[in-house]
C-alpha cells in the first residue's frame, strides 16, 4: 500500500510542488517586496530540478546495481516539467517586478539578463514536447531536441553567477559542480565501453 502511495505520479508531483507553497503564501501575504523576493528562490528552484534531472543518466551509471536511480529515470521527465514551471514562475515575477525596463535596451543587453532569456526560451520546446505523445509522435528526433537542455544549462549557470556584478558565481558553482563531475565521469564512462567493445 504504502509502495503504491510512494511509486504514484502524483506524490511526486505533490514533492516538487512542495517549494512553491511558501512561495504562493508569500504572494497572497500583502507583502509590496512578495514579488521582487520571490525572484532569487523560483530562478533557484528551476536550476535545481534541472540539475537534479540532468545528473540522472550519469548515476544510474555510477551506481548500476542500485534501484533508486533508476526509480529517478523514470521520473525524470517531471523533474524537467518541474524546473520549467519554477522558471516560468521566474519570468513572470520578474516581468512584474521590472515591468517595461524588461524590454529597454539597457536591461536586455546586460549578461545576466539575456542568457536567462535564452535558457527559458529553449526550456519552452523541451517542456512542450515532455508528454508521452510527443515522445511517440518524435521518434529518434526527441532526444535530440532534449540535448539541448545543456545549452539551456550553461546558459543558466552564467545567468546565475554573473547576477549582482558575478555575485552569484560562489551559488552557481556550488549547485552546478556535481553535474559537472557526473557528467566528466559520463563521457570517461563512455569512452571505457567504446574501447572495451573496439578491443573486444
Do not use: C
Not at 128 to 149: E, H, N, P, Y
Amino acid at each position: 500500500m504504502l509502495k503504491s502511495i510512494w511509486d504514484h505520479p502524483f506524490t511526486f508531483w505533490a514533492l516538487l510542488s512542495l517549494p512553491a507553497i511558501p512561495m504562493i503564501l508569500g504572494l497572497t501575504s500583502g507583502d509590496p517586496e512578495a514579488v521582487s523576493s520571490l525572484l532569487h528562490p523560483t530562478g533557484e528552484f528551476a536550476a535545481r530540478f534541472m540539475i537534479i534531472a540532468m545528473m540522472i543518466t550519469p548515476l544510474v551509471m555510477l551506481f548500476r546495481n542500485a534501484s533508486w536511480p533508476r526509480w529517478l529515470m523514470k521520473r525524470r521527465r517531471y523533474l524537467g516539467v518541474a524546473a520549467f514551471f519554477y522558471a516560468l514562475a521566474h519570468t513572470v515575477l520578474y516581468l512584474l517586478d521590472e515591468g517595461a525596463v524588461a524590454f529597454t535596451e539597457g536591461e536586455v543587453t546586460k549578461l545576466y539578463i539575456w542568457t536567462g532569456w535564452i535558457a527559458f526560451l529553449i526550456f519552452v520546446p523541451l517542456a512542450i514536447t515532455s508528454t508521452d505523445a510527443w515522445v511517440r509522435r518524435l521518434g529518434r528526433s526527441w532526444k535530440k531536441l532534449q540535448q539541448f537542455v545543456y545549452g539551456a544549462a550553461v546558459l543558466t549557470l552564467v545567468h546565475w553567477a554573473a547576477l549582482h556584478d558575478w555575485g552569484g558565481v560562489g551559488a552557481a558553482m556550488v549547485h552546478f559542480a556535481p553535474l559537472a563531475a557526473l557528467e566528466v565521469y559520463r563521457l570517461w564512462s563512455t569512452q571505457q565501453r567504446q574501447r572495451q567493445r573496439a578491443v573486444v
